[in-house]
C-alpha cells in the first residue's frame, strides 16, 4: 500500500523567510514519482514538479528547490524568501503501479501555507 | 485548447436525488481520475479510468458510478446524494505514464 504523509498541517511565516514543507513517502515499489502540486486559494490545482524514483538530484526552480531523499523516503519543498503569493495549500502525491498494473496516485493531506506581509 | 472542464461549478441537492457532474478533455489523455477534497482529509481517489470501456475503484468509490464510452468523457454519477458526499470534486486527466494531471476547476456539492 502506498502512503504519503504531510505531517504539518498549517505553517505561517512572515514574508521573506524562508520556509520547507516536509513530504514522506511509503512504497514498496521500485519505480515510482513524486510530485508536488499548489492550490492557491482560488481552488485550482496546479502542477509544479515531478521527480522519479532514479533521479536523487536536487531540483531548484527560482525561488523554488526540492530535495530527494530516497534513504529516509522524502521529498521535501523549500521556498526561499517567500512572498504572499505563495500563500496556499500544497500537496505531495506518490505515483505506482498497483496490482492491476496501473498508476494510481496518492496525495497527501496537504499543508496549508500562509505567508504575512 | 480548453483542457480539463468540469459542469456544473456549483450544486446543491436534496438527500436522495440524483445527479450527473460532467468532466470533459480535448488533450486525448488516456487516464481519468475523479477525486473529492474534504477539509484536512486531502484529495481521495473516487474512481479511475485508463482508457476508453475500463474504469477501476480508487480509495472511497462507494455511492459513486462512472463509465468511460469515449476517451474525452468521463462522468461520474450520484445515485442518490447523501450529506457526507457534500465536497469539492475535482476531475483530472493525464497521458499513460507517470505523468503529471491536469485538473478541471472543480465542483462544488453541497447536499442537504
Known amino acids: 500500500a502506498q502512503k504519503v504523509t504531510q505531517a504539518q498541517t498549517e505553517i505561517s511565516v512572515v514574508e521573506k523567510e524562508d520556509v520547507t514543507l516536509d513530504c514522506v513517502y511509503e512504497?514498496?515499489?521500485?519505480?515510482?514519482?513524486l510530485f508536488w502540486y499548489k492550490q492557491p486559494p482560488s481552488g485550482e490545482l496546479v502542477f509544479l514538479i515531478r521527480?522519479?524514483?532514479?533521479?536523487?538530484q536536487n531540483e531548484i526552480s527560482g525561488r523554488y528547490s526540492w530535495n530527494f531523499q530516497k534513504s529516509t523516503s522524502s521529498f521535501n519543498f523549500t521556498i526561499t524568501a517567500s512572498q504572499v503569493v505563495d500563500s496556499a495549500v500544497y500537496f505531495c502525491?506518490?505515483?505506482?503501479?498497483?496490482?492491476?498494473?496501473?498508476?494510481?496516485?496518492?496525495f497527501g493531506t496537504g499543508t496549508k501555507l500562509q505567508v504575512i506581509p | 485548447n480548453a483542457g480539463v472542464t468540469q459542469t456544473p461549478k456549483f450544486q446543491v441537492l436534496k438527500t436522495g436525488q440524483s445527479m450527473t457532474l460532467q468532466c470533459a478533455q480535448d488533450?486525448?489523455?488516456?487516464?481519468m481520475s475523479w477525486y473529492r477534497q474534504d477539509p484536512g482529509m486531502g484529495l481521495r481517489l473516487i474512481h479511475y479510468?485508463?482508457?476508453?470501456?475500463?474504469?477501476d475503484q480508487g480509495e472511497v468509490p462507494n455511492g459513486y458510478n462512472v463509465s468511460r464510452s469515449t476517451t474525452e468523457d468521463f462522468p461520474l454519477r450520484l445515485l442518490s446524494a447523501a450529506p457526507s458526499q457534500t465536497s469539492v470534486y475535482f476531475c483530472?486527466?493525464?497521458?499513460?505514464?507517470?505523468?503529471?494531471?491536469?485538473f478541471g476547476p472543480g465542483t462544488r456539492l453541497t447536499v442537504t
Open positions: 521527480r522519479n524514483s532514479f533521479d536523487e
Open positions: 502525491a506518490l505515483s505506482e503501479q498497483n496490482s492491476g498494473g496501473y498508476q494510481k496516485v496518492t
Open positions: 479510468s485508463v482508457g476508453a470501456g475500463i474504469t
Open positions: 488533450m486525448n489523455h488516456e487516464y
Open positions: 512504497t514498496r515499489d521500485t519505480t515510482y514519482y
Open positions: 483530472a486527466s493525464r497521458p499513460t505514464g507517470y505523468y503529471e494531471q491536469y
